[in-house]
Every structure is written in structure tokens, then in C-alpha cells.
């Protein structure tokens, strides 16, 4: 009997331990670490939690970097000073140089072309015989037909050979002055309110680049082609040169309206900004300012500053989209990527 009691006592002393160390283990996995005793962390004793960006102390790792006076934060942009140049509204147009001054050579009689005398590019004197025309039909004999210049020149067209068959009603032969040169083009409608004589051109061509020659407006069609809605124009160039020749394809900026000597900006300077026109000026804090401008005469590559501006003013060319007033700035070579 006292052996089953003793039995009991152990059974009770065991389980009593299990539910201890049971009580134990649980408690461990609620608190695996006691405070202030785990592991060191990357910035101190053990357990303490680091500090966020929003509460670094003041001068620490999180604090929010300001314009270094030195530029060391400033935005790269390029900016250029305002300055007096010649500011010019055109369109641009191509044409075909021609000779103003030419007349179509025709023969009295048909027949057939059995001589010529000239050649492309030749010069002439008037009644300088030209051609010589057969009329004789078959079974019949006639004398020679003459062809000649009506005028004196160089002869820009031959259209026929010899041994082809000509009619009074084909021209055989054109002259032209080609000391009298002519660019001949053709001005969309709605620019046609532009147009006056007198109006100047800059002039390129193909065969000779880099180089502009200057062209004025000496004569305006006054009626417009209704099936392409433009209006001939006649431009002379102003200094002759040798190797313009006739046929030749002509580049134009004909200038519409123009302002000399203004105060401009390049046109990327120039922004809308809720209606108003703005460029980005750099202070003598190396700082952006916005400022209001009025502008006149403007073109794709200039703008002429009327109001806002003073000569000599650095404004921002690029590098604009991430400005304000008061951004620390620094001017510097070649292209600033946005």
C-alpha cells in the first residue's frame, strides 16, 4: 500500500515538471530574447530598433540635402546672353532658274531639217541664219527654207535634230539672255498676303552649298492657279554669277517681315506658362527666375524681345522642365538631356 502511494507521488512530481517546462517553452517562444540582451545590431546595443529617415537627428544620414552654394546640387543647364541681332519671318519655297528674257525660233515653211548651225550653249546675233528647212514634198524640188534668230542670245532649247520634220507650228529653236536670269516659283495661297515687290530671298542650290546668293521679288502673277491654289512669282538675283545656269533647282527663304537690330532670344528659351510667354533667367545667385517677356517678331530660329529683358541676360536654352524660381543652376557646354 505504501509502495502505491509512493508510485503516486512520483507520477504527480513528473507531471508537475512537464507542465513547468512546458509553461517554459511557450514563454521562450513569446519572448525568444530577453531586451537588451540579443545580438548587436548594425548601429548599436542589441535589440534597439535603427532610426528612420524622418527621425535622423538633425545633420545625420537622413537629412534632406539643400543647393551647395559651391553647385554642388545644381541642375546643369545651357543658357546664352540676350543680344541685338536682325530678326526675320519667311517662308520657305524652291523654284527653277530660268531666263526672263527668251522667244521660241519658228520656221516659215514644214519640211524636213537637213542643217543646223548652232549647238546648246552657242551664242547668236539676230538674223543669224539657224537652220536650213527642206520643203519639197515628194516628186517636187524646192529651194532651201533659211530659219533665223529674231534675237541675240544663247541658245538654251534645240528640240529637233536633222533629218526630223518640222511645221510652222513648232518652235525649232529658243535664245535667251542668259545675263538676265530669273528664278520662277510658285506661293501657296495662304501666304499670298505676304507678297509684295521688293520683297529679298535668301537663295541655295545643290551644286554649290554653304553658299546664299540674294534674290528680290520683281514680279507677282495678280491671277492664282485654280487648279493648284498658288501664285507665280519672279525673283532676280541680285549679283550675277557665271554659274547659275539656267534649270537649275533654287532653295528659298523668302523673307516676309523683319526686324533689325532687337534685343532676341534662341526660340527654345521661350515657354508658355498659363498663357504667358516665360524664359528662365540666371541670377547673380546662379538661380533660376521665371520672368514675363512680350515678345514681336518671331521665327523657328529667333524671338524678338519687346518687354522683360535686357541685353545681356544669361537665359536657360535647355534644361528648363525641372525648374522653378530659386533652383540653383550652372551654365554649362553641349547638349543637357531633360
Known amino acids: ?51 528612420s529617415a524622418q527621425t535622423a537627428p538633425s545633420g545625420g544620414e537622413g537629412q534632406r540635402s539643400r543647393p551647395d552654394p559651391a553647385g554642388g546640387n545644381a541642375i546643369a543647364v545651357e543658357a546664352v546672353p540676350v543680344q541685338r541681332t536682325d530678326v526675320f519671318r519667311y517662308i520657305r519655297v524652291n523654284g527653277d532658274v530660268t531666263v526672263d528674257n527668251s522667244v521660241d525660233i519658228f520656221s516659215d515653211t514644214g519640211g524636213e531639217l537637213v ?14 541664219i539657224l537652220f536650213m528647212v527642206d520643203p519639197s514634198l515628194p516628186g517636187q524640188n524646192y529651194s532651201l527654207s533659211t530659219v533665223r534668230s529674231t534675237i541675240s542670245g544663247t541658245v538654251i532649247n534645240l528640240p529637233y535634230k536633222v533629218g526630223s520634220k518640222v511645221t510652222t507650228g513648232n518652235a525649232v529653236a529658243t535664245i535667251g539672255d542668259l545675263n538676265d536670269l530669273m528664278i520662277l516659283t510658285y506661293i501657296p495661297e495662304r501666304f499670298v498676303a505676304t507678297l509684295t515687290e521688293g520683297l529679298t530671298a535668301d537663295v541655295s542650290f545643290d551644286a554649290f552649298p554653304g553658299e546664299v546668293f540674294k534674290a528680290r521679288i520683281t514680279e507677282i502673277n495678280p491671277v492664282m492657279d485654280t487648279t493648284t491654289r498658288t501664285l507665280s512669282v519672279k525673283l532676280e538675283l541680285l549679283n550675277r554669277d557665271e554659274r547659275i545656269r539656267p534649270g537649275m533647282f533654287a532653295s528659298m527663304r523668302l523673307i516676309t517681315e523683319e526686324s533689325r537690330n532687337t534685343l532676341s532670344v534662341p526660340s527654345q528659351a521661350v515657354l508658355s506658362y498659363y498663357g504667358d510667354s516665360v524664359v528662365y533667367r540666371i541670377n547673380d545667385k546662379n538661380q533660376a527666375e521665371r520672368i514675363r517677356i512680350t515678345t514681336g517678331l518671331t521665327s523657328d530660329e529667333q524671338v524678338e524681345i519687346l518687354e522683360g529683358l535686357e541685353e545681356g541676360d544669361r537665359v536657360i536654352t535647355q534644361g528648363q522642365s525641372n525648374l522653378t524660381t530659386g533652383t540653383a543652376v550652372r551654365a554649362v557646354d553641349g547638349n543637357i538631356k531633360e
Open 1 to 51: 500500500m505504501a509502495e502505491t502511494k509512493t508510485g503516486d507521488r512520483i507520477i504527480q512530481v513528473i507531471l508537475l515538471i512537464l507542465i513547468a517546462a512546458g509553461i517554459g517553452v511557450i514563454g521562450f517562444l513569446k519572448n525568444p530574447e530577453p531586451a537588451g540582451t540579443g545580438a548587436p545590431g548594425p548601429g548599436g546595443q542589441g535589440g534597439q530598433r535603427p532610426q
Open 115 to 128: 542643217s543646223a548651225n548652232i549647238s546648246l550653249g552657242d551664242r547668236v546675233s539676230k538674223n543669224e
